[in-house]
């Protein structure tokens, strides 16, 4: 344990990752609803009065944590997808690399996932900051539909969404634009895949399905083949065992 006071500029200058750290290993035993600023400088070895030099507040706490797990697990999608088109990979091929990498990231990382993906912290409301880094999942898949839409590989759907768009503008620009008819409600069928990912993804890594299935990383692929679907693009399966 580091004595209180005795920190060099260098230390100091990393007493945030120290602190994040401690933090991200107490999600998975406390939740981030029981995460205090004393329990992190119990953890880290530092004192609450530096803790709090550099996070106020719990509150500062959680959203720096959000924002750094945001982005690591948006990363872990992007570069599964970029690694896939690299190797000339069709659209459906670069979704299930990306979903697959999400997947892993989330079994990999489970109180961070929770974090970003479980019950709401109470009395916690993120601030904008956290937007950018939430958006970079739901970008990965309006690119890769995007694409696909480009290089004709979409399949136009039986049925079409009656009336105006169902968004606000930013689904708009995240996605390039509103599509032409047949596929002008492909950005809302794009949210309804992303949440079909967001749930399979609370089933497994919450045991949901474990007694159900007997090869839950195969039944992933097949979910997500089966909500790709749905914009009418085609995922290729292959043999996959746990």
Request: hydrophobic residues 45%.
């Amino acid at each position: 344990m580091r004595v209180s006071g005795t920190s060099t500029t260098d230390e100091n200058a990393g007493l945030p990752e120290v602190i994040k750290t401690a933090a991200r290993q107490l999600l998975v035993k406390l939740g981030a609803g029981g995460l205090s600023l004393a329990a992190v400088a119990e953890g880290s070895g530092l004192a609450v009065a530096e803790v709090e030099a550099v996070f106020p507040h719990r509150d500062d706490l959680l959203t720096a944590l959000l924002i750094d797990v945001y982005n690591e697990s948006g990363a872990a999608m992007e570069q599964a997808e970029q690694a896939a088109r690299e190797a000339n990979a069709p659209a459906g091929a670069r979704l299930l690399a990306a979903t697959r990498a999400l997947r892993q990231w989330s079994f990999d990382n489970p109180g961070e996932f929770t974090l970003i993906y479980g019950s709401p912290v109470p009395e916690y409301h993120a601030p904008q900051d956290t937007v950018p880094p939430a958006s970079r999942t739901p970008a990965v898949l309006a690119g890769i539909i995007r694409s696909a839409l480009e290089a004709g590989e979409l399949t136009p759907p039986r049925r079409v969404l009656a009336g105006p768009p169902l968004l606000r503008p930013e689904a708009v620009e995240l996605f390039g634009g509103l599509p032409e008819a047949p596929f002008s409600d492909v950005i809302e069928r794009g949210i309804v895949l992303w949440s079909n990912l967001i749930g399979l993804l609370v089933f497994q890594v919450f045991s949901r399905t474990h007694d159900s299935v007997r090869d839950e990383a195969a039944f992933f692929d097949y979910a997500i083949a089966v909500a790709a679907e749905g914009v009418g693009l085609m995922v290729p399966l292959d043999e996959h065992t746990d």
